[in-house]
Nanobody
């Protein structure tokens, strides 16, 4: 069993920054890639970013590349999403996830609202 708990979402003005955190427990966190997804009202959940087990490799959606940075601290069992130059279209619930042995785990999500 894996538990993922996101935090850090809040209301922010356009152009501002936020750092989201996702704390993991229950398994050997450092062995697995992690991802961030988001879901805006009325839209499907979409991929944002992913990071490999060691943190040496990341990949981003085109919509956030150059503005968002994903990182991890395996000693703290935590991944982060640093979000800069936020836009109103970044407004969504942000979820972290991981896939272990064919099972996908999700956190409960954290709300990010960007005002114009």
């Amino acid at each position: 069993q894996v538990q993922l708990v996101e935090s850090g979402g809040r209301l922010v003005q356009a152009g501002g920054s936020l750092r989201l955190s996702c704390a993991a427990s229950g398994r050997t966190f450092s062995s697995y890639a992690m991802g961030w997804f988001r879901q805006a009202p009325g839209k499907e959940r979409e991929f944002v970013a992913t990071i490999n087990w060691s943190g040496s490799s990341t990949y981003y959606a085109d919509s956030v590349r150059g503005r968002f940075t994903m990182s991890r601290d395996n000693a703290k069992n935590t991944v982060y999403l640093q979000m800069n130059s936020l836009k109103p279209e970044d407004t969504a619930v942000y979820y972290c996830n991981t896939d272990i042995a064919g099972t996908r785990y999700w956190g409960q999500g954290t709300q990010v609202t960007v005002s114009s």
